[in-house]
């Protein structure tokens, strides 16, 4: 089963010009790294069957593969420079070509629709107002999105509906994204929360 | 009801001479971060029923409360920088008394032990090998004690037992400390993974 994770971030960075001392500053990278570090890693390994798709400024989508990634540490700062090294190469994505900025790690351009085109299995938006995620069978292939820190714009509510997206909750309290991701894949993993 | 979360690092800092740029080198500095923004930040909010207390070196405790902490972002680098500041402080943790380093945030000298003295509720031990959490009813103000990134030494095991700590896992995959908070979390809103 592969775990595919997808993180819009409207106000994400484009350019690598950023300082990695304010991550928060340069567009709430800080939430990005946090969430790639809660797809792909566990206490000492990573879930080689998880991808992560940040989508920055509906321009560039940069790709974590957990099967392939290399480079990779939990705190925020060192995956903040595998982005900073993936944007340094944004003259190499052109048209639907993707480049590999370091191993495992992929940008090309393209937006939530480009990854939702064909997608592995079924779409969920992960959203506080949703269905509980215990009244849904545990999926094959899921796909979820997630908002960074602010609410989705109505054009990816759009896209969203158009790919068929069943609007899921993870619990009563609204999470950030991570620990939402964090939550997810604890669903995943002990199938529908009940096999340990 | 009151969530209390204690994360038991050996190596943690207990000096204030470590550079915000490298959070990992500070004895996984950014571990302990990330572990105080899982305790008491949610989705623009903080968790007001919820503390953690970092056993820094076995020499010191900081204690961040939910309902008092300011300043706190869900950045590592900004709590690292508050962790810092605490320890700048720590003349003034002299015997059991406590130094307000900044809003919520408390230092005294003290261990484990210290904290387990009287605790609010009952004792989990969060550990991949323990009974599966859905097995145990949901407790009224649980104390959650963790390892940081390594395992428990045997005298923190034995602190553990002294006090009837209850050995329990969050699911089949072993987790980052941070990622075991969120989960824990996400069982007590959800009142056992059932109530959304």
Redesign the interface.
Known sequence: MTRTFVVVAPDGPTTPDFS??D??GAGRL??LC?CV??AL?????IRERADIYLVLGGEFLLRFEGRAVRLL??????TGALVRTALEQKAGAVGRMAVETTPGVHLQRGDLATVLDRPEGPVFQLH?AGV???DRAVPEDPVFVLAD?REFAPGTTATLEDAGADRV????????AD?AI??A??WL??DG????
Chains 1, 2 share one sequence.
């Open positions: 990695l001392d991550l928060p800080d939430v946090r570090s809660s890693l566990r206490s000492h390994g540490h939990p705190d925020e700062r060192s506080e509980p995620v215990v820190h909750s993870l619990g009563p309290t609204a999470l950030h620990q964090t939550v894949h604890n993993d002990t929360f009940v096999k340990y």
